[in-house]
């Protein structure tokens, strides 16, 4: 089956499946062994080595998803971030990494790299300047996510991809908040797709997961050293995973379809102070989030009035769950400052722009109407309560 033949709810549905050759199933099979022969076999299979059938199975689809030649599945999207750069790093060497990046990758490089002998830079901004001005003589990879964790802002993956060509670097990106529904980094230049495949490739809060997808040359280097860390999931859970991404394109399109309507209703909204969705057309990366993305995403992040608490507010929804994670097909909302970004000094998050009162909501696919009825009755059961007060 060529996948480059394929759209995107087939390539989702059918490619990279086991074949159930014995009682021909219409799903995979799970192989759950974790000990395989190795005489007269054509591959020695190990969990570890990233190489049994559903393994194997999971990687082709998600490589095909994301254009890329090979993939490989870790443990967490963690795993899978922190395996990529020290696969591509060693001591002596120097990575840039943009400003705004998800608050794990920032704690990993801030509190790990260092230990390695390996140096690191920060931007100040998401410009070509800013990236350039970074790069050293010993630099070798650009690190980059857009949209970002939590104000969504856009990196130009054109711009890095010729920048890092010219001083021949190796680019990575989190592509965990586009998707590969929305976005494909490779189509653009970038080296190595990084997900946390327990956000919207897994779709429904249940898996934890991470993946990785770039050229053959670049993924078997990765897995030298992932062998090695042991960062492998297991044969279940790549089993649920494939099962999930089943339904991927469906997901993502209908959140997409839920967070642009309730982005334009929250920019009018008296309640809120800002808006941060690359779907507005008042983001200052509207145009450039445009061309390089086939959809805004599901995230929207928004700023509350300083009179609304923000942890009543949270506290007062019905249907939108307040929970740590996000992607799921349930709505979610969460403090970024208490949560994904709460290891950052308070100075760091004001830097960041990371206020108490920024809140970032993950849209499922419920009706529009109803997340908007709760936002509502929430607003107003804290402005009655601050009356009462």
């Known amino acids: 089956m060529n996948s480059k033949n ?3 709810n087939t390539i989702c549905t059918h490619l990279g499946e086991v074949k ?3 009682y021909k199933g219409a799903v995979s099979p799970i192989y759950t062994a974790t000990s395989y022969a190795y005489e007269n076999v054509d591959v020695k299979r190990y969990p570890r080595y990233f190489n049994t059938p559903n393994q194997i199975g999971l990687a082709k689809k998600l490589a095909a998803l994301e254009h890329a030649e090979s993939a490989l599945i870790f443990g967490s999207g963690m795993a899978a971030v922190s395996t990529s750069l020290l696969a591509f790093l060693k001591a002596g060497d120097h990575v840039v990494l943009q400003k705004v990046l998800y608050g794990g990758t920032y704690n990993f490089v801030v509190e790990e790299l260092k230990r390695f002998g390996i140096d690191f830079s920060f931007t100040e901004g998401l410009s070509e300047k800013d990236f350039e001005e970074k790069i050293k003589p010993n630099t070798k990879v650009i690190f980059i996510e857009t949209p970002s964790n939590p104000l969504l802002s856009i990196t130009d993956l054109t711009m890095i991809a010729k920048l890092a060509k010219t001083n021949q670097l190796i680019t990575m990106i989190d592509n965990t908040f586009a998707s590969p529904v929305n976005q494909n980094p490779i189509d653009f230049g970038i080296d190595v797709v990084i997900h946390s495949a327990t956000k919207y490739l897994g779709g429904h809060s249940d898996i934890l997961a991470g993946a990785v997808c770039s050229s053959e040359e670049n993924i078997e280097k990765i897995f030298s050293l992932g062998k090695n860390l042991g960062g492998s999931l297991s044969d279940y859970t790549v089993w649920l995973l494939e099962r999930s991404i089943k339904t991927l394109g469906i997901r993502v399109k209908a959140q997409n379809r839920n967070a642009k309507k309730l982005a334009k209703y929250f920019s009018k909204n008296e309640a809120i102070d800002t808006v941060y969705y690359p779907g507005l057309k008042t983001h200052p990366d509207y145009e450039l ?3 390089q993305m086939r959809g805004f995403g599901g995230m929207i992040s928004f700023e509350l ?3 609304i608490d923000s942890v009543e507010f949270v506290n007062s ?18 403090s970024p400052a208490k949560t994904s970004h709460a290891l ?3 100075e760091e998050r004001k830097k960041q722009g990371i206020s108490e009162n920024l809140l ?3 849209v499922g696919i419920e009706d529009k109407r109803d997340l908007i009825a709760d936002f509502e009755q929430a607003v107003s059961k804290v402005k009655a309560k601050s009356i009462l007060i």
């Open 317 to 334: 929804l019905e249907i939108i769950k307040p929970s740590m994670s996000l992607a799921g097909v349930e709505s979610t909302i969460v």
């Open 20 to 22: 159930d050759n014995q």
């Open 305 to 307: 009035k300083s009179d």
């Open 289 to 291: 989030a445009k061309e």
């Open 360 to 362: 970032r909501l993950s």
């Open 6 to 8: 394929l759209m995107l």
């Open 344 to 346: 950052l000094s308070q």
